[in-house]
């Protein structure tokens, strides 16, 4: 009994040390696995409080498997084809020259300067090609690169990881005990082995898609079983791949989550919703329990050469491989060099070492310290540097100026164009669909989703988006969207319409930790806007001048006009219910006007 309570205990403290840290990380604006490593490590072989073997026993790698498939199934409902049409040969450049030139150079770096011996050097080589979603995403919502970049680096964080995994099979199977087998003889039986996990993968992928699209089209399960059936059909799928060939798992998922991403049949938002939230908790687990069965002995055994193996990765081999796997595409000299200062390692590299050292025994030679090494000093190296190379190579603007509308309706349109026709970047999310086909036509960039969709933000291009205004009819959305982005545009640059009030809190109710910045003016509810554009009201923008300034533009239109934003010199202030208008001459005024009918407009 008292065993049991004690590993009640244990297990109670991974997912509060796990969701714990993942807070501090949101806190102190850091990446989240850095936390998480350092308390893993704390937990683990310092205080020795937590022992996964202890408390998982022989589950403890099945485990970490299927959470690894269900993080890649969460990516790859992230992916979508339209994005391909751009990025395409990149892409393809980086998953074969580029995975081929990373395992060779990683694998002689791991040799000559760790002093592996070659099979476990060229098996550390193959575990090193793979990225991960679950930083990558995070450091591009962070750093909102403009242009092919920021597709090109989410595809490849994502699709690198099970090819990755495919490579360090076929190396294990290499290495391993071989004194019978022939050279052409190891070659037949590994490009066998490659044909039977993709194969594998495929098949498997594919059916759990068709599955789930059959199931959800003729709504054969309830709303509410919509996400533990995904989720019980993509186990499923993984463990079945699995058991046809190592490692074909990875592959099925991967594509599953790509499939359901881009088909048109069925809607699967609510699904992302579900998956978000396990994934975050996954992930916290897992990296607190690798993390905890790392010897730090280990790690310090490796001394000086894990700093400059670390430095080999970062200087020489990446931008090696991304020099070599990007001629001739279409990426910019400036996005290439980007890319070439960006391959950060998760989740995924340190679940593939850790259980590839169980296999290899004591012959794996510091194969999962010299992983976490990497993790934590590749995250740690870009996500200081990325964003300000970025912004020198010209690839995030200084101060991004454009904004993030939730919500599309006609009158938000017509605000949106507004701005674009003054060449401000804009984006529009909404749940309506008429409302996107329109604002597709009207040429304004339009998603479908859930404003407070994490899966949302790793979709869309953020590139010169600085701020974020809420305009929708709910003011309980507008509030959890600007707590939603204020961890990505800071509190200053989140904006929502003044609450309506009814059974909600009012305005003066309402925390200011607890909502956005009120737009325009404290009376410029939802309501009042629609009022106005069904009054005729239009949105204009005004230069203004020394003969015609703010008195005289309030002179013409009336103090019924509502000043929105200014513009001077490319850089957008937005009003609000505590920035009182004073638009000065040479500026640019956006406003709310009825033009008068006793005279023409100005503009």
């Known amino acids: 009994m008292g065993d049991t309570h004690l590993l009640l205990v244990e297990l109670a403290g991974v997912v509060a040390l796990g969701v714990g840290s993942q807070w501090v990380a949101w806190r102190l604006a850091i990446p989240s696995v850095v936390v998480l490593l350092a308390a893993g490590f704390l937990a683990g072989p310092l205080a020795g409080v937590i022992q996964p073997e202890r408390l998982l026993g022989d589950l403890l790698f099945p485990f970490v498997s299927l959470a690894v498939s269900l993080i890649l199934f969460e990516g790859g409902l992230s992916l979508r084809f339209s994005e391909l049409r751009v990025i395409r040969r990149a892409l393809w450049g980086l998953m074969t020259a580029g995975v081929l030139a990373t395992w060779v150079l990683a ?14 050097a060229a098996l550390l080589g193959a575990i090193l090609t793979v990225s991960g979603p679950t930083v990558v995403g995070p450091l591009l919502r962070h750093i ?24 360090a099979v076929l190396v294990l199977e290499a290495v391993g005990p071989a004194e019978a087998k022939t050279l052409s003889g190891l070659t037949g039986e590994t ?10 993968g495929l098949a498997c992928g594919f059916l759990a898609a068709a599955i789930l699209i059959v199931l959800l089209q003729r709504y054969w399960i309830p709303d509410y079983l919509d996400s533990p059936v995904a989720l019980g059909v993509v186990v499923a799928a993984f463990a079945a791949a699995n058991h046809l060939q190592h490692e074909a798992g990875l592959v099925a998922v991967t594509l599953a989550g790509i499939v359901m991403a881009n088909q048109k049949s069925v809607q699967v938002q609510h699904i992302m919703r579900f998956k978000e939230d396990l994934t975050v908790l996954l992930i916290s687990v897992l990296f607190i329990l690798l993390a905890a069965r790392v010897r730090l002995d280990d790690v310090a055994a490796l001394g000086w050469r894990s700093a400059l193996f670390v430095a080999w990765l970062v200087a020489i081999v990446r931008p090696t491989a991304v020099l070599l796997s990007t001629i001739g595409s279409e990426l910019s000299r400036g996005e290439r060099a980007f890319l070439a200062w960006f391959a950060p390692r998760g989740i995924v590299a340190a679940a593939v070492s850790s259980i590839f050292a169980l296999r290899l025994g004591p012959a794996s030679e510091g194969l999962v310290p010299v ?14 540097t990325a964003r300000l190379l970025a912004r ?25 164009l507004a701005l674009k026709a003054q060449g401000l970047p804009v984006r529009m999310v909404d749940t309506n669909r008429d409302n996107i086909r329109t604002a597709q036509l009207e040429g304004l960039p339009c998603r479908y989703g859930n404003i407070v969709s994490e899966a949302l933000i790793d979709e869309m291009d953020l590139g010169g988006i600085g701020r974020m205004a809420a305009i929708t009819r709910n003011d309980d959305v507008n509030s959890l969207a600007a707590l939603h982005f204020a961890e990505i545009f800071g509190r200053a640059e989140v904006y929502q319409l003044a609450p309506m009030g009814g059974a909600g809190l009012r ?25 106005r554009f069904a009054e005729g009201h239009t949105v204009k ?25 200014s513009i001077r010199d490319g850089r ?32």
Not at 191 to 200: F, M, N, P
Not at 392 to 416: D, K, M, N, T
Not at 552 to 557: E, L, N
């Open 107 to 120: 694998g002689l770096g791991a040799w000559l300067i760790l002093g592996m011996s070659p099979p476990v």
């Open 191 to 200: 490009a066998l082995s490659l044909v039977r996990t993709i194969a594998a």
């Open 144 to 167: 909102r690169p403009v242009g092919n970049v920021g597709p090109v680096a989410k595809w490849e964080g994502i699709i690198v990881d099970p090819i990755g995994a495919i490579l």
């Open 507 to 531: 305005t003066e109710e309402r925390p200011r930790h607890l909502r956005g910045r009120i737009l325009f003016a404290s009376h410029a509810t939802y309501d009042e806007l629609e009022r």
């Open 572 to 603: 957008l202030i937005v009003y609000t219910d505590e920035n009182s208008p004073s638009p000065k001459p040479g500026q640019i005024l956006v406003s709310l006007v009825q033009e008068p009918r006793s005279s023409q407009p100005q503009t």
């Open 392 to 416: 020198r190579l010209g690839l995030a603007p200084e101060s991004p100026q454009g904004v993030l509308f939730a919500g599309a309706y006609a009158g938000a349109r017509a605000i949106a």
């Open 541 to 565: 923008a005004t230069p203004l001048t020394e003969e015609f300034d703010f008195a005289a533009f309030q002179t013409h239109y009336g103090e019924d006009a509502l000043p929105l934003f």
């Open 371 to 384: 992983t976490f090494v990497v993790i934590v000093s590749t995250v740690a190296i870009y996500g200081l």
